[in-house]
């Protein structure tokens, strides 16, 4: 199994609709903060990666089922379980979490994608090791 990684996200007022919860949308926000968190846990900056490895980190999939509603200043828990992972792509459960329930939960497929041209390609080496190292941790 892999390790969990967390971060905590606290709702502002902009994170609400004129219901007071946070709106839906906002949710895939907070897991895709959870998930550059992650990246830069592992020592890796979204830029650099562009810069020096040529590639880019792209959502190619999301599945979430929404649960029960954030509101207004609740401090959150996002986490992001490393589930598959292939030669050009990463699977990450993920879940919002108030208290220890989780409150909204999905599965992100990331694909590794040239900087330039879009097109899939191999997560490159160095971050491989990382994430192998992490996932072993």
């Given amino acids: 199994m892999s390790a969990v990684f967390s971060t905590p ?3 502002y007022y902009e994170d609400t609709d004129a219901g007071g919860v946070v709106y839906y949308a906002n949710y ?11 990246l830069r846990a592992l020592g890796f900056e979204q830029d650099e990666l562009s810069r020096n490895q040529n590639v880019v980190f792209a959502v190619r999939a999301v599945r979430v089922d929404y649960l029960r509603p954030a509101r207004l200043n609740d401090m959150l828990e996002i986490t ?23 409150i909204c939960a999905g599965e992100v497929k990331i694909a590794c994608l040239d900087a330039q041209g ?4 191999p997560i490159p080496p160095p971050v491989l090791s990382r994430i192998n190292l992490w996932r072993e941790s």
């Fill in 118 to 121: 879009f097109f899939p390609k």
């Fill in 28 to 38: 895939l926000r907070f897991m895709e903060r959870a998930r550059t968190e992650w």
């Fill in 80 to 102: 992001a379980v490393l589930g598959r992972i292939g030669s050009a792509s990463l699977v990450f459960a993920q879940e919002v979490r108030r208290d220890a329930e989780a």
């Fill in 9 to 11: 996200v606290r709702v």
